[in-house]
Structure formats: structure tokens, C-alpha cells
């Protein structure tokens, strides 16, 4: 609790807040995406996870989007069918990690153009690449969109190149779950 | 833009999901992981060389495997290939692949922290960039070793591309993190805090992240941050929202950055520069002022952004802790979120309350809101708001609504959610022994505890009610007829069957007058539970029987025949069987003097903290669980009856067999009865330590070998026929044995943490003048916490040195030195400490004040301890004043007038006319004055709005009466001051330090 919260900051002195981990799961309990700022053993990552996706998935929609766990705090959103779910440290502010959710799911929606979970799915690499732009070391690199939008691009460029192999097989497999993962239809605190 | 797989499609990589995402079941799942493991393995083993692009898609597969919850352990060397590979696409699945599944193996580390190196000087910035991330993600202590010269060089260069920065601030913010050691300090540093100038707002983005990183650990390097910060925020909430472009999020302007910037603050005290300081409590104000202006918005985006930014304010403002007007306007703003819609935003605010309710600037503020939290609590549907709530209330209790807010959370209990019973449990326990002025409302307060939530209701629980019943013998008769008539309940809870049973033991006696509750009634109750109960509980009874048998000689044969009954004697349960045996043995054969002695009441328990307080700790973790009082006024007395224990010796207790006469004496006159005393007199002190082992120890050392001796109180003896009734209570072998060791071990005594939460670097010396506990002293390697307590002419101090730093200090010393004549007015006496503290760590020192005769200086702490092999001195003033050797003296209107005309000599005045440097809110002022150790007059001064207080100076030497007036002119924000004593240099010093206080 915040009330505490310098009380820890005493206990702990060399800890700065920052994101411990983040968390894309489906509806289904089934992780879609994993990013580790701190380093834990795979036992331990897997654990957490189960715990968690249990914990977040039995939640009522109206319920508040933080929650006190061990000792950190989750703070998580659903869009669609998918959950975004961030570890963030007692002293750290709830508000603008959700909103750090709210700007990721943005930039997937800008780059796939309506992002669904299936996006994430079929391209997982490229979720993990423009995380990596907007978020290093579990802290914000760069909140503008269009910056970390360019990036990915000239990215995009850069490797077009060689391999030319068109994919049409990503889209056969769109037909079903295909739900936008967009901004408009978070299904909570809207 | 296109929809999939932009750029490198992998035709190959998309039929493998959707064959898995095709399996119907785990097993098949499994049998085309496996196939296509194979498939992968038997490609990279081939004779054929791979191309790069099947490289990079194997590779690719192989993560995917991984991600899907597999074990992988091949294909790492593919991966290190792809590193070199110039084709963008192929080096950045590899960096992905790499940092995923990172793998200590040694010799792959040398080739990727060279292939990282080939791209760190490519110039080329995509490369740069994922080079960088790569490190950032992985973070290895080999990278570290590897990069840590190289990151910051790259930072600083002048011509490198501004993401670049951006990715090797954040990379290098991670080095830091995981190893700091690795991390040199150097000319660079200078250089990064002018980033926070950087005309591009990511890059400041990035970099006061690192900054503030470095910041807590360095505070001096970087103590150039905080008025640039200051000037960047600023810049910042005065723009108008298309200023920053990009950076304008839902209207809001660079939300992040300014959390940031508001985070980096916090490092620091309040900056002295008056300027600075200005201008950042206008930041603050305008950041107050946004969140009454009307939304630009109606989208969450924008008021979470917004509010994230007043949050992060309200955080700082909370940090400084100086501010009074800004930390009302903070309480107010948030008490109007208490109401909001939405609820992340009662969430946040009930959380953000808690550490309101902790200045005390704040916290007369909090309360206000108790209404609405308790309804919170009511009505929230969401369990994690209204264990907010909880924690709100225990927050903002205090003497003066304490009751009310147990009554609440214990009405609450009924109906709490399950996870959160425990802690409400412990929390409801601590407030109702903390602020308990009338201890049968205690007693009554922990019975329904264990009526509502008995199961909840955790050992150190009861024991401490038991604790605190046997040291205060003014609630002894009145817990004994309480829990008697708790029992009468059909169904209790197994934890009031203890209760009862150790009560009834040792305090049946008070009430055994009353025919309703005549010893065999008594006896009944209880042993109409035993068979219910489990073994320990009927250990315990077992115990208060034998106890009975010395209370009351008339139930011995009912007794007797009771352990002697087949289900005792020959119990399967070898604690009980024992018990059985000896205590039946024990009742044939010993005399009743005998009986008195081994049967003996209890002596009080040694104070110390709280065993419940200690659980909440624990069970919150270490340091989350403020002793609700810490920081506030509480000049406490009462914690856990603290006063009084020492006189009531079991000596005491058995001489006075009046004391509960009052309280109960109006329902039924003749209640209790003296206890059974032990002609015996081997010492006259009880052997307390003794005992109390003998206590915990398990039965199986013949009963013998727990005498306990009491000094006997022979005029007692004649009371009650003292062949028989001779009943030291029923002491000796309490049953509960092991159960009971808790209570007296350790689990408690560790060093009463909570040094209180406010950081504050140098000079806080005035700060501790109305009050005792604090922060004394911090720098980036040390902090100085104190904690102390004053009664008459004496004091000691607890002081707490914190290692901030995760290695160890040596040759460790701190000394205090009275300069001057200072030695000849006030002795201290310093404990020697011990000359290591561990990196992390808390050294407690306890220093013995003795006050000769007054004094205006302060003594000095000196430090010295070697820090990685440089020797460090720090010195000090520590905060013992005068008045700590205040003792309150309460009188009334013409006692005080009387007085003050008795010291109206010109030099026994001292008056002091001043300006006021805080609010003048009237509760803080009383706070404070009673904090300066008066007692406060209530009714006294004719007007009011002025305070008047009176209290006795103690010295060695002399006693020294002293009268304070203080009449504030709220129109003028002026005092005045007034102070009679009768030694002009006492007035004149306590004038002093009171002045400086408003």
C-alpha cells in the first residue's frame, strides 16, 4: 500500500521502481506474450504466470484494474479477448502503467491496422520487437507513437530485401478470433 | 499498412502455429513438437549448409516452441550466427532468440558479447539499437563486465543518434540495476544530468529514468538534477497541450516524462534554493489546479493520464512533507476521488490517503474522510478497494476515534471476504490494545474477535490478551466474569475455550463469590468443552484444573476423580497422560503450602513489543506495517499497559484483594476471594525469568522442578482457612507447554523498527523537538533513525544506523560527546555498537540520557566507519532538548492564574513575538505543544483561541515548575509567546526552541 510506501523505500534503498514483467494472456488462460525485466529462473516464470493468469482471469470486469500481489502490485486491462497484465513495484504509479498498456496496444493496432489476437499470434517476433522500442529495462524509451512507429518501419525496410516470400497462410487462419484488440473496445473502465 | 507479416513473412513459421493451433489436444500438441524438433535438429546437423533465411526461421520456430512453455536446448549456436549475419531480418530474430533464452554457457557469451561488440561500433544505428536492447534485456553480469565502460561513452558521445541514447541510457540503467559495481562513475556523469536539457523529449524520457536510478544511489553526483528537473517539469505542465506534439498524450502534455521528472524529485529533500523552490511548488500547485479544470476528454486515456501526473505530485508533496497547505489541498483533492466513479480512482485514493494520514500536517485532514471510507468498506464490491479501506482506517486511528473504528472493522469482519480476515484480525487487536484507555473495552474488544472470527484468530493473538490481563490487575476480575459468560455460549470457538481456561485458572477466584459462578459452576463450564477440543486445549485445561484445586479446595474431589477417570490416566495422547498423572500425584501428596507455590499466579510478562505487531510485520513483510503512531503526537504511555506492570508483582496481587472490588462490586458484592497464599517464604522477589521458563517448558520434568516462590502475604493467610484455601493459582505447569513458548520467546523483541518514514538530509534537529521518533540523519550511505523515550530526568534513545548500501562497514564506531559544560548538565551514556554493519543492514545503539540540571546545548554524535576502505566521519547534533524532561502537569483555571502571578518576576518571563513559518491550523499547534511534553489546559485562557500549558522540568537537581502561553493572531500569521518558569535560564531556552516550532 502507498502507505507504506516509505517505509520500503527505506527498507530498500538501491531499488528503483520500474516494470518487474508484462503479461499478454487470453481469455483462455493461454500466454501470448512474456517480457522479463528481472532475471528469474524458467521454474520460476512459469509459476508466476500460472498463479497470476489464475488470479487476473477470476476477477469481475467492474472490479478496479490493480491488485496487490506478493509484494508487488499488478496492474492489468482486457482488450478483447486478451489481457495485459504489468508487475510493477509498490512505490511505482498505477495510472501511468496502464496507460504505458494503453499506448502498447496502440502501437500493435497502428502496425498490424486493427490488431487482433491472432496478430499477435502468427507475427509473436514482431510484438516483442516494437515492445522493445517502447519499453527497455522495464521503463518507458519512447512514448511518442510515431517515433516508435518509424523505427519499426525503417526496420521493415531493412529486411525486405532478401526474402520476398508473400504470406497468405497468416491470413486463412484469421477467419475466427478475429477480435479487434483495438483501443476503442477495451472492455473495461471505458 | 498491410495486416500480416509485414516484411519477412515465414511461410514455414505460419504452418507450424497453425498445425499447433490445429491440435486437438495436448498430446498432439506435443507429437508435432516433437516431430518438428526433429525436423529442426536433424536441419542443423545436416551436411548441407543452411541458408540465412532458414536459419533465421528454425530459429524462429524454436523460439515459438519455447514461448509455448518447452524445453529447448539446442539451436543456441544457430542463434549466435544469425548475430553476425549482416541481413537486418537474420540478426534481429537471432538478438530475440539470444535474449529469450539467455544460457550462461561461457563460450557462447564470449561470441555474442562479440558479436554485440562488432555491433556497438558499426555506426550503423539500427544495429547499435539492437545491440543495445539486447543488453538491456539480458543484463548479465558477463555483459556487464563487457559493456559497462562502452554504454556510457556511447551515451555521451556527441554525435550519436538520439535513439541510440535513448536505448544505451535505459541499457546502462539495467547495468546498473543488476550489477552496480560493474557500472564506474566518471566524467560522464556530469554530462548525463544535461540530458535532462536535451531538446528531444525522448531522450530526456530515457535518460531521467537513469538518472534517478543513479540518483538514489549517488544523491551528491547528481544533486545538479534536481533544478533542472524542476525547470524541465515546469516547462512541461505550463505548455499548452499541442506544444510537444507527439508527446501530448490524449491532451495531457509528456505524461510519462513528467512522472518521471516527479519521481527523480522524490530522491531529494525540498530544494533550498528559494527559487527552485518556488517554482516547484508551482508545478504542484498547477498540477492541483489541472484536476479541477474540466476534462478536455471524455476518454479514460485522458483523465488517467492526467491523474497519474497528480498522483505522482501528490507522492512528492508527501515526500517533502513541509508543505502544509499543499498536503491539505493534496487530502482534499484525493477526498473528493474517495467519491469518484470510477474505481481505480477510489482505489488509488484510499491508498494514497494511508500515507496522508502519517504527516502530521495531514492527518487531522483524514479524518475528516472517516465517514466515507467506513462506507467504503460497506459497500465497495470489489475486495481489493475495501481491504484499501481497512488499511485507511488503521491509518487514521488514533485515541480519538478508535472505538469507532474497531466497532467498524469488527462489524466488518462478519462479512469479510476470506483472504483478509487474518489481517483484520491482527490489525483490530493491535488498534484495541494500542489506544485501550479503559481496558475492559479491550477485553471485550478481543472476545468478540474471537466470537466473529475465531478462526482467524491467530495464537499471538490470545496469547497477548492473556499477556495483558495477567500485567493489569484492574481488568482482571472484570476479563474473568467475561469470558465466564462467553462460555456459557452452547457453541465457542475453540480459541475462547483457551482463553477461558487460562483466565478462569488464574483469575476464577474474583468471581468465584458470586453463586452464579461458584468454583464447581465454574469447573462444570469448562469441562463441559473439553471433550470438544483438541489435545493442546485440553493440555491446557488439564492445567487450569489443577489450578482450581488450589483456588478452590471444595472441587477437589470433583476434580481428582475427573483425572483420575480412564479417559485422562490412560489417554493415548502422552502430554495429556502425564499431566494427568502428575497433577493428580501432585494434588494427593502436597501440602497446601506446597500447592501454593507450585500453583502460584503468574507473574506479569517483560514488556516488549507487541507479539501481534510483529505478525502484521511479518506477514506484510518488513517495513510495510507503520506502527499507526509513529510520526504522530502520541506522547504514548499506555501501549500494552506499560505503566503499570511493575507493580503488580505477584506479591502485589496477592496482597490486594480489593482491586477489582469497584468494578464489579455494584452487580454482585462478594465476588471474589483471596487466593490461596504459600507460607513459604524463600525470597521475597518473584523469580520472574524463572518462572516464566518453567512455563514453557513441557510438563515432563516432575512438577517439582516448576516451584515457583512468592513472598507470603501472612495477614492474607488468616483471611481464608488457610489450611485449604491456600491457592497460589494455578501458575506452575500451565499445560499449553510447547504452545505457549511463542509468547515468551523471541519472535518479537527484534529491534523496534520503524524509525518513521519521512527522508530528510541533514539538520533536522528542530523537527525533534515536539517529538521523539525520526529520521535524523541520511546521506547516500547512511541513515540515522532515533527513537526515544523520556520519564522525568532520565531518557534513553534507541538509534538505528541503516547501511544503504549493500557492503559492509567496518571499524564501525559512534560516540557522543558533550562539549563545553555541557559534560557537568546532561550525562550520556552510549552502549558501545558493533563495529561491523552489514551492507543493507540496521545497527541499533541504545544511549542511557541522564539530565543533571539544565542545559541549552545539544550533545554531539560522532561516526566513524570505513566504507570501501575510505574512513568516513560524520558528527551529528543529537535532539536532546530540555523539555524532553517535561513531565505534563495538569491544573486548573485558578491554580494556573494563581501561579503565573507567583512567577511574575521580570527575569522569570521570557516573551517572544513572532512570525508564523506554517499554517496556523490549530490542531497541529495543540499537537505540537503537547508534543513539547505540557500538558495541555483546556478551558484555562479566557480566549479560546490561545493555548496555555503547564508542566515540571526535571533535572537531577531541581524540579522546575513552567507556564507557556501562546496567543496567535491569525490575521497577522504572527505568535506570541510567553513563558514563566522560575529559573530565567530555563525560560529563556524552552522560549527558544518552542518559537521555532510554528
Known amino acids: 500500500a502507498r502507505a507504506c510506501r516509505s517505509d520500503s523505500r527505506r527498507e530498500d534503498f538501491s531499488r528503483t521502481p520500474m516494470m518487474q514483467f508484462m503479461l499478454l494472456f487470453s481469455r483462455q488462460g493461454k500466454l501470448r506474450l512474456q517480457k522479463w525485466y528481472v532475471p528469474l529462473s524458467d521454474k520460476e516464470k512459469k509459476k508466476i504466470t500460472r498463479e497470476l493468469v489464475q488470479t487476473v482471469l477470476a476477477r469481475k470486469p467492474k472490479m478496479c484494474s490493480f491488485l496487490e500481489w506478493r509484494d508487488l502490485k499488478i496492474v492489468y486491462k482486457r482488450y478483447a479477448s486478451l489481457y495485459f497484465c504489468c508487475a510493477i513495484e509498490d512505490q511505482d504509479n498505477e495510472l501511468i502503467t496502464l496507460e504505458i498498456i494503453h499506448r502498447y496496444v496502440e502501437l500493435l493496432d497502428k502496425y498490424f491496422g486493427s490488431v487482433c489476437e491472432l496478430d499477435i499470434i502468427f507475427n509473436f517476433e514482431k510484438a516483442y520487437f516494437i515492445l522493445d522500442e517502447f519499453l527497455l529495462g522495464g521503463e518507458a524509451q519512447e512514448t511518442s507513437k510515431k517515433n516508435v512507429l518509424k523505427a519499426i518501419e525503417q526496420a521493415d525496410l531493412l529486411q525486405e530485401v532478401c526474402c520476398s516470400l508473400p504470406s497468405s497462410l497468416g491470413g486463412v487462419a484469421r477467419c475466427h478470433e478475429r477480435q479487434d484488440v483495438s483501443t476503442a473496445r477495451s472492455s473495461q473502465t471505458e | 499498412m498491410p495486416a500480416v507479416s509485414k516484411g519477412d513473412g515465414m511461410r514455414g513459421l505460419a504452418v507450424f502455429i497453425s498445425d499447433i493451433r490445429n491440435c486437438k489436444s495436448k498430446e498432439a500438441e506435443i507429437k508435432r513438437i516433437n516431430k518438428e524438433l526433429a525436423n529442426i535438429r536433424s536441419k542443423f546437423k545436416g551436411d548441407k549448409a543452411l541458408d540465412g533465411y532458414s536459419k533465421k526461421k528454425y530459429v524462429c520456430k524454436l523460439l515459438f516452441i519455447f514461448l509455448l512453455g518447452h524445453d529447448i536446448d539446442f539451436g543456441h549456436m544457430e542463434a549466435v550466427n544469425l548475430l553476425s549475419s549482416?541481413?537486418?531480418?537474420?540478426?534481429?530474430?537471432?538478438?530475440?532468440?539470444?535474449?529469450?533464452?539467455?544460457?550462461?554457457?561461457?563460450?557462447?557469451?564470449?561470441?555474442?558479447?562479440?558479436?554485440?561488440?562488432?555491433?556497438?561500433?558499426?555506426?550503423?544505428?539500427?544495429?547499435?539499437?539492437?545491440?543495445?536492447?539486447?543488453?538491456?534485456?539480458?543484463?548479465?553480469?558477463?555483459?556487464?563486465?563487457?559493456?559497462?565502460?562502452?554504454?556510457?561513452?556511447?551515451?555521451?558521445?556527441?554525435?550519436?543518434?538520439?535513439?541510440?541514447?535513448?536505448?544505451?541510457?535505459?541499457?546502462?540503467?539495467?547495468?546498473?540495476?543488476?550489477?552496480?559495481?560493474?557500472?564506474?562513475?566518471?566524467?560522464?556523469?556530469?554530462?548525463?544530468?544535461?540530458?535532462?536539457?536535451?531538446?528531444?523529449?525522448?531522450?530526456?524520457?530515457?535518460?531521467?529514468?537513469?538518472?534517478?536510478?543513479?540518483?538514489?544511489?549517488?544523491?551528491?553526483?547528481?544533486?545538479?538534477?534536481?533544478?533542472?528537473?524542476?525547470?524541465?517539469?515546469?516547462?512541461?505542465?505550463?505548455?499548452?497541450?499541442?506544444?510537444?506534439?507527439?508527446?501530448?498524450?490524449?491532451?495531457?502534455?509528456?505524461?510519462?516524462?513528467?512522472?518521471?521528472?516527479?519521481?527523480?524529485?522524490?530522491?531529494?529533500?525540498?530544494p533550498e534554493d528559494a527559487a527552485i523552490r518556488g517554482r516547484l511548488t508551482e508545478c504542484l500547485e498547477t498540477i492541483l489546479n489541472k484536476a479541477q479544470e474540466p476534462p478536455k476528454s471524455k476518454k479514460v486515456q485522458h483523465s488517467n493520464a492526467k491523474n497519474a501526473v497528480l498522483f505522482e505530485a501528490i507522492s512528492l508533496i508527501i515526500h517533502h512533507d513541509s508543505e502544509p497547505t499543499l498536503l491539505v489541498r493534496a487530502c482534499n483533492q484525493l477526498g473528493q476521488f474517495l467519491q469518484h466513479r470510477e474505481t481505480n480512482l477510489r482505489y488509488l485514493a484510499l491508498e494514497s490517503m494511508c500515507t496522508l494520514a502519517s504527516s502530521e500536517f495531514s492527518h487531522e485532514a483524514v479524518k475528516t474522510h472517516i465517514e466515507t471510507v467506513i462506507n467504503a468498506l460497506k459497500t465497495e464490491r470489489d475486495v481489493s478497494v475495501r481491504q484499501r479501506a481497512v488499511d485507511l482506517l488503521y491509518a487514521m486511528c488514533d485515541r480519538s476515534n478508535a472505538k469507532q473504528i474497531v466497532a467498524e472493522m469488527l462489524s466488518y469482519l462478519e462479512t469479510a471476504d476470506y483472504s483478509i480476515r487474518e489481517e483484520i484480525v491482527l490489525k483490530v487487536a493491535i488498534l484495541a490494545e494500542k489506544y485501550a484507555v479503559d481496558y475492559t473495552w479491550y477485553v471485550d474488544t478481543i472476545l468478540n474477535l474471537i466470537r466473529i472470527a475465531g478462526d482467524y484468530v491467530s495464537e499471538e493473538v490470545w496469547y497477548r490478551v492473556i499477556q495483558i490481563v495477567i500485567n493489569r490487575d484492574d481488568v482482571q476480575g472484570y476479563a474473568a466474569k467475561t469470558v465466564f459468560e462467553a462460555l456459557q455460549a452452547p457453541a465457542c470457538h475453540e480459541n475462547l475455550v483457551k482463553v477461558g481456561g487460562y483466565i478462569l485458572g488464574e483469575f476464577g477466584n474474583l468471581i468465584a463469590g458470586d453463586p452464579r459462578s461458584s468454583p464447581l459452576i465454574q469447573f462444570n463450564l469448562l469441562h463441559s468443552k473439553f471433550h470438544l477440543c483438541s489435545?493442546?486445549?485440553?493440555?491446557?485445561?488439564?492445567?487450569?484444573?489443577?489450578?482450581?484445586?488450589?483456588?478452590?479446595?471444595?472441587?477437589?474431589?470433583?476434580?481428582?476423580?475427573?483425572?483420575?477417570?480412564?479417559?485422562?490416566?490412560?489417554?493415548?495422547?502422552?502430554?495429556?497422560?502425564?499431566?494427568?498423572?502428575?497433577?493428580?500425584?501432585?494434588?494427593?501428596?502436597?501440602?497446601?503450602?506446597?500447592?501454593?507455590?507450585?500453583?502460584?499466579?503468574?507473574?506479569?510478562?517483560?514488556?516488549?513489543?507487541?507479539?501481534?505487531?510483529?505478525?502484521?510485520?511479518?506477514?506484510?513483510?518488513?517495513?510495510?506495517?507503520?506502527?499507526?503512531?509513529?510520526?504522530?503526537?502520541?506522547?504514548?504511555?499506555?501501549?500494552?499497559?506499560?505503566?503499570?506492570?511493575?507493580?503488580?508483582?505477584?506479591?502485589?496481587?496477592a496482597s490486594a484483594p480489593s482491586f477489582i472490588g469497584d468494578l464489579l462490586a455494584p452487580v454482585l458484592p462478594p465476588i471474589n476471594r483471596p487466593r490461596p497464599v504459600s507460607s513459604l517464604s524463600l525470597l521475597p522477589t518473584p523469580l520472574t525469568p524463572l518462572s516464566l521458563q518453567a512455563y514453557a517448558m513441557p510438563l515432563s520434568p516432575s512438577a517439582g522442578s516448576h516451584f515457583q516462590v512468592s513472598s507470603p502475604a501472612s495477614d492474607l493467610l488468616s483471611l481464608g482457612s488457610a489450611s485449604t484455601l491456600n491457592s497460589t493459582p494455578p501458575s506452575a505447569p500451565k499445560a499449553s507447554a510447547s504452545l505457549l513458548v511463542d509468547v515468551f520467546s523471541d519472535n518479537s523483541p527484534t529491534a523496534p523498527i520503524g524509525a518513521p518514514a519521512v527522508v530528510v538530509a541533514d539538520e533536522n534537529f528542530s523537527r525533534f523537538v515536539c517529538k521523539n521518533n525520526g529520521v535524523l540523519f541520511e546521506n547516500q550511505l547512511l541513515q540515522i533513525g532515533l527513537k526515544s523515550e523520556y520519564r522525568q530526568n532520565l531518557g534513553r534513545m534507541y538509534v538505528f544506523y541503516g547501511n544503504k548500501t549493500s557492503t559492509q562497514f567496518h571499524n564501525f564506531t559512534a560516540s557522543v560527546v558533550c562539549q563545553d559544560g555541557l559534560n557537568s548538565q546532561l550525562n550520556v551514556h552510549a552502549k558501545p555498537a558493533d563495529p561491523m554493519v552489514e551492507g543493507g543492514a540496521q545497527l541499533q545503539q541504545t544511549l542511557n540520557i541522564e539530565c543533571l540540571s539544565d542545559f541549552v546545548e545539544a550533545p554531539v554524535l560522532n561516526i566513524q566507519f570505513r566504507y570501501g576502505g575510505i574512513l568516513q566521519n560524520i558528527s551529528v547534533k543529537l535532539p536532546v532538548t530540555l523539555n524532553k524532561f517535561f513531565q505534563p502537569t495538569e491544573m486548573g483555571s485558578q491554580d494556573f492564574f494563581q501561579r503565573w502571578k507567583q512567577l511574575g518576576a521580570p527575569q522569570q518571563e521570557v516573551q517572544k513575538i513572532f512570525k508564523a513559518m506554517y499554517s496556523m491550523d490549530s490542531e497541529v499547534t495543540k499537537a505540537k505543544i503537547i508534543g513539547f511534553g505540557v500538558a495541555l489546559l483546556d478551558g484555562v485562557d479566557p480566549n479560546p483561541s490561545n493555548f496555555v500549558g503547564a508542566g515540571v522540568i526535571h533535572t537531577k537537581t531541581s524540579q522546575v515548575g513552567c507556564l507557556i502561553r501562546l496567543e496567535p493572531n491569525a490575521q497577522a500569521q504572527m505568535y506570541r509567546l510567553t513563558l514563566r518558569t522560575s529559573r530565567d535560564t530555563v525560560s529563556q531556552r524552552l522560549c527558544d526552541l518552542l518559537s521555532d516550532q510554528f
Open chain 2, 86 to 270: 549482416n541481413k537486418y531480418t537474420e540478426k534481429q530474430i537471432g538478438y530475440l532468440f539470444i535474449s529469450v533464452l539467455v544460457n550462461s554457457n561461457s563460450d557462447l557469451i564470449r561470441l555474442i558479447n562479440n558479436a554485440i561488440k562488432n555491433d556497438l561500433s558499426s555506426r550503423n544505428p539500427t544495429f547499435m539499437n539492437l545491440a543495445l536492447h539486447c543488453i538491456a534485456n539480458v543484463g548479465s553480469r558477463e555483459m556487464a563486465e563487457a559493456f559497462a565502460a562502452e554504454v556510457p561513452r556511447i551515451l555521451v558521445a556527441g554525435d550519436t543518434m538520439d535513439s541510440v541514447k535513448q536505448s544505451a541510457a535505459l541499457c546502462l540503467l539495467r547495468l546498473n540495476r543488476t550489477s552496480p559495481d560493474l557500472v564506474p562513475m566518471g566524467e560522464w556523469t556530469a554530462r548525463v544530468v544535461h540530458l535532462l536539457n536535451d531538446q528531444h523529449l525522448g531522450v530526456v524520457t530515457a535518460a531521467t529514468s537513469l538518472i534517478t536510478t543513479l540518483a538514489q544511489k549517488n544523491p551528491d553526483d547528481f544533486k545538479t538534477s534536481v533544478s533542472l528537473a524542476v525547470a524541465r517539469l515546469s516547462r512541461i505542465v505550463t505548455s499548452a497541450s499541442t506544444d510537444l506534439q507527439d508527446y501530448t498524450y490524449y491532451f495531457v502534455a509528456a505524461p510519462w516524462l513528467s512522472v518521471k521528472l516527479l519521481r527523480l524529485l522524490q530522491c531529494y529533500p525540498p
Open chain 2, 535 to 653: 489435545v493442546p486445549t485440553r493440555a491446557l485445561l488439564l492445567s487450569a484444573y489443577i489450578k482450581f484445586i488450589n483456588l478452590f479446595p471444595e472441587v477437589k474431589g470433583t476434580i481428582q476423580e475427573v483425572l483420575r477417570s480412564d479417559s485422562q490416566l490412560r489417554n493415548a495422547d502422552v502430554e495429556l497422560q502425564q499431566r494427568a498423572v502428575e497433577y493428580l500425584r501432585l494434588s494427593c501428596i502436597a501440602s497446601t503450602d506446597i500447592l501454593a507455590t507450585v500453583l502460584e499466579e503468574m507473574p506479569p510478562f517483560p514488556e516488549r513489543e507487541s507479539s501481534i505487531l510483529a505478525k502484521l510485520k511479518k506477514k506484510k513483510g518488513p517495513g510495510t506495517v507503520p506502527d499507526p503512531e509513529d510520526n504522530r503526537k502520541e506522547r504514548c504511555a499506555n501501549i500494552n499497559g506499560a505503566t503499570n506492570h511493575s507493580s503488580t508483582t505477584a506479591n502485589a496481587k
